[in-house]
């Protein structure tokens, strides 16, 4: 009968109530939680029968469905440590449960998902949040790059550790030079002056050696004027401490240089003795130094950017080179792309990790876990990894966390309605207590 179908309508609605009352709950519980995203509870009627035309109606009462709206950004909020990292845009940072870490070592990952954690170094080095997710990356190679992986599966995928012994040496591979020579000294009748400069450049282990590079003028007869033409020799001292080789036996490049007679002095052409080709184009050279190959840029011809000659005394001031000594690990932070460089005392930087942005095709199908992680399913789609700020993901942004959803006042006005509309649900079935009780009095 219609009086009982009412009962079942209002006891419908205190249930649907009640399950909007707890997301209200969870939302503003968790108001203050970084990367929360709030529970929606929508309502669904429920209709039995047609009942069109009829003279009696038959209440269907109210269904209750929650879901959680992933999809939707909190907004970033700055912190002091370069590992709180979130995401600008579309993603997840990948994760794992610390307890599958010896798994996630022999490849096997259950890969979970996260909008922004505060990662720390563990007494082990691995960095991990204080509720247990440890944060994935690919590792790079000893120069620093990352190998090609495949982006629709976690083959590759290796717990972040870091070793805060770590000590990072880089050799020394590339030296620039703006040298000028004295044009003087190459008039003929001239004494022989050579100019003489010691360059100290790092060996693969990081100890320092010397590059000697003398440079001696051509010089004519009296009277012939300038010559403009000059014998550059370049020694490595490694070569004499490794070996006990002489001095003199230590030449690894030789090179005839001469200078065009206009304004500036510009380098005119390089002529090689000995040692590696000399590239007009780059203005580069390279040399084997005992500890592997080392380029050196003299200028290209016809410019003034490296070796000039000009009348003025030599001054071998302008002078770039690459590499360091040995250093201990000083700090780590991770950029926009999502690499993780450490930087070390000696002042050199190294790419360690590159840390993936994974992305869904529909973030709201993820299957919601606890500490604000996520996992696939088949509403969510298959995972792809991006690059971070590459595709439709967004970049990560260090120093920061991303904040909850929860909007405290919205979920106030909530709470109020969804209080009013249960106090009137238990007035339905206070009602239909009171008719029951009615006809029941008819038979007295």
Do not use: C
Request: net charge negative; hydrophobic share 35%.
């Amino acid at each position: 009968m219609s009086i009982s179908s009412a009962l079942s309508a209002g006891v419908s609605g205190l249930a649907a109530n009640s399950a909007r009352l707890a997301g209200i709950s969870d939302n503003i519980a968790n108001s203050s939680t970084f990367g929360y995203k709030r529970v929606n509870t929508d309502f669904e009627s429920i209709v039995i029968g047609d009942s069109r035309g009829a003279a009696r109606y038959t209440a269907g009462g109210v269904h209750a469905s929650t879901s959680r709206d992933i999809s939707t950004r909190g907004n970033l909020v700055g912190t002091s440590n370069a590992l709180d990292i979130a995401l600008t845009g579309r993603g997840m940072l990948p994760v794992i449960s610390a307890n599958q870490l010896d798994a996630a070592r022999g490849g096997d990952v259950s890969l979970m998902m996260t909008r922004t954690g505060a990662f720390r170094a563990d007494e082990e080095g691995v960095l991990r949040t204080e509720s247990g997710l440890v944060l994935m990356g690919w590792p790079a190679d000893q120069n620093g790059n990352i190998p090609n992986v495949a982006r629709d599966s976690t083959v590759g995928l290796q717990p972040i550790v870091l070793n805060a012994n770590d000590t990072y040496a880089q050799p020394t591979t590339r030296i620039e030079v703006g040298f000028n020579l004295p044009a003087e000294a190459t008039v003929g009748g001239g004494a022989v002056t050579p100019s003489t400069t010691t360059i100290q450049y790092f060996d693969n282990l990081g100890a320092p050696r010397n590059l000697t590079m003398s440079f001696t003028p051509t010089v004519g007869a009296a009277g012939t004027g300038r010559s403009n033409s000059w014998t550059v020799q370049m020694r490595d001292s490694a070569i004499a401490d490794d070996a006990g080789t002489p001095a003199d036996e230590s030449l690894i490049g030789s090179y005839e240089l001469t200078f065009d007679d206009v304004p500036g002095g510009p380098l005119g052409s390089v002529t090689m003795l000995s040692g590696g080709a000399y590239d007009a184009l780059t203005g580069d050279l390279t040399i084997n130094a005992a500890h592997g190959p080392i380029t050196i840029n003299i200028g290209q011809t016809g410019t003034t950017n490296g070796l000039t000659q000009i009348s003025a005394d030599f001054s071998p001031t302008n002078l770039t080179k690459n590499g360091a000594q040995a250093g201990v690990m000083a700090g780590v932070e991770i950029d926009e792309q999502g690499y993780v460089r450490a930087t070390y005392d000696n002042g050199t930087t190294r790419t360690l990790f590159q840390v993936p942005v994974v992305d869904v095709p529909n973030p709201n199908g993820l299957i919601s876990m606890d500490n604000q992680t996520y996992k696939i399913s088949s509403d969510s789609g298959a995972f792809f990894l991006w690059n971070a700020g590459t595709g439709p993901t967004g970049a990560i942004a260090g120093y920061a966390r991303e904040g909850s959803t929860t909007d405290v006042a919205a979920e106030l006005t909530d709470l109020i309605q969804t209080q009013r509309a249960y106090s009137s649900n238990a007035k339905i079935i206070t009602t239909v207590d009171e008719m029951l009780q009615e006809t029941t009095n008819i038979k007295r």
